[in-house]
């Protein structure tokens, strides 16, 4: 099987991954639930809930099963598994549970990540349906920033390109393919995050270690107020060596003059953990990952005194043919460790999430261009 003429096309950030837009309301929404069935039976089995930790404090469980929306999709043709030497095909989603909030529904500060595997047929398939809807509602993604759909930005909510989009989410990803699951949760007054990962093995979820760490649950807390440092933070347990982000994220304060040395090796972990050439899921810590590009903009705006151009140089990722922009309206803000989906009701892109498109982007494009 090969890829079409019009899958031939530049594929660019928003073509391999796909951030839906919030509903106005909860439950009169389009948006793929535990209810939708995909291949074999449920996208997401409710069952597994009864494994994995309760996502909020404020939510039961039978709410959280009601409620809980695909709010993102991504593709990736070379996630390092089953070892990380090698590839495997996958079809992403991200879970978030969803609430009414002051104007429209808004989510809960907690996700899921399921993973669906595809063979090398099905991701072509996959490919060019993605296309070929793209085609359909003819809108030009080059150069644009990873963000809500720009199909969804200037559609209605009831646009059929959301069930055209969703149909193709059912046919690829189903309980028949699901082969992980990453959960992260919240706790505390809304300021303690817990992580954890599950294979699916024989119809049951099996927790596996956390990379760097010797648990299978991995904690961040941070209750600083107002949310633009950190204070009484930690990670636990915390990985050890090279590339952390255990001083800043413990609490900012004492990151004062005479700590610049301190806080440049840990800018340049944080600009190593966001790239993907350097580090991926296979090899990185759940805190770490989510928590660098929070790390990273407090230096920034917190103390633009040091140069952080050479880090930048020798540990950034870098890619001129994607604009990879963050246009997350709430960088600045401490407890957004959100990596695709929304924090409340904004936007939550992390940055570590644009470069990792940009490289799958960058392998579909030399793929297709294979096949022409």
């Known amino acids: 099987m090969s890829v079409t003429a019009s899958a ?3 594929w660019d950030l928003n073509d391999v991954s796909y951030l839906m837009p919030l509903p106005r309301k909860v439950g009169e929404d389009q948006l793929l639930s535990f209810k939708s069935q995909g291949r074999g039976g449920p996208l997401f089995p ?3 809930m009864d494994t994995i930790p309760p996502l909020s404090p404020v939510m039961t469980p039978d709410q959280t099963n009601e409620y809980m929306r695909v709010i993102a ?12 030497q090698s590839c495997q095909r996958q079809l992403r989603l991200v879970w978030q549970p969803l609430e009414e909030g002051r104007f429209k529904a808004q989510t809960v500060d907690a996700a899921i990540h399921a993973f669906y595997v595809l063979t090398d047929e099905e991701f072509i398939s996959l490919l060019n349906d993605l296309q070929a809807w793209k085609d359909k509602y003819k809108i030009n993604t080059a150069g644009m920033p990873l963000q809500v759909h720009p199909i969804w930005a ?11 989009f969703n149909n193709i989410v059912l046919k690829y990803a189903g309980v028949e393919n699901l082969t992980r ?3 992260m949760v919240l706790r505390g007054a809304g300021d303690m995050w817990a992580f954890g990962g599950f294979d699916v093995k024989g119809g049951k979820l099996q927790m596996f270690k956390i990379h760097r760490t010797d648990r299978a649950a991995q904690a961040f807390i941070n209750r600083a107020i107002p949310a633009d440092h950190f204070d009484q933070g930690m990670i636990s347990p915390a990985p050890e060596g090279d590339d952390t982000l255990n001083k800043i994220v413990v609490n900012s304060a004492n990151m004062q003059v005479g700590n610049e040395d301190l806080i440049r090796k840990e800018v340049y972990a944080a600009m190593r953990i966001e790239n993907p050439k350097i580090f991926n899921p296979e090899n990185m810590d759940c805190v770490s990952c989510h928590v660098a590009q929070t790390a990273r903009d407090w230096a920034f705006k917190k103390r633009p005194d040091i140069n952080y151009v050479d880090l930048f140089q020798a540990g950034g990722y870098m890619n001129p043919k994607y604009n990879l922009q963050n246009v997350t309206p709430i960088l600045g803000h ?11 009701e904004n936007v939550a892109i992390s940055q570590r999430v644009i470069n990792e498109s940009a ?3 960058d392998i579909i494009n030399q793929f297709v261009s294979s096949q022409r």
């Open 181 to 183: 699951v990453t959960a």
């Open 46 to 48: 409710a069952r597994f």
């Open 154 to 164: 200037r559609a209605k909510e009831d646009a059929t390109s959301i069930t055209d």
């Open 73 to 84: 999709m991504r593709i990736d043709p070379c996630f390092p598994l089953p070892t990380p």
């Open 334 to 344: 401490t407890q957004n460790i959100r990596a695709f989906g929304y924090f409340i």
């Open 8 to 10: 031939a096309a530049f």
């Open 359 to 361: 490289e799958v982007a």
